[in-house]
């Protein structure tokens, strides 16, 4: 079984910037792709960015501009750097790490931007 650990959440004020990190520990096998999503209380999880194991990214229009993915040197990690925050950044983010059909989901990272 896969786990996927995300780690960098948390409180700031807006038009600050917060970094995310997300690794598998322990898996034995590369995702074919990685990805943020997030998701605010009764609405749907949406997509935040995505990356490829060949680095094409996929970003969120609310995304472009203000938030980087990029993939880790060790294999099945991924970070996202998030400028210029804005408070309806304010959500749990959700790394994800798909292989053919298949996601896998961490537990979720609580970030907060306060106006």
Request: charged residues 15%; contains cysteine.
């Amino acid at each position: 079984q896969v786990h996927l650990v995300e780690s960098g959440g948390g409180l700031v004020q807006a038009g600050g910037s917060l970094s995310l990190s997300c690794a598998a520990p322990g898996s034995s096998f590369a995702f074919d792709a990685m990805a943020w999503y997030r998701q605010d209380p009764g609405k749907p999880r949406e997509l935040v960015a995505s990356i490829t194991r060949g680095g094409s990214t996929n970003y969120a229009d609310s995304a472009k501009g203000r938030f980087a993915i990029s993939r880790g040197s060790a294999a099945n990690t991924v970070s996202l750097q998030m400028s210029n925050l804005k408070p309806e950044d304010t959500a749990v983010y959700y790394c994800a790490g798909h292989l053919y059909s298949l996601t896998y989901w961490g537990q979720g990272t609580q970030v907060t931007v306060s106006s």
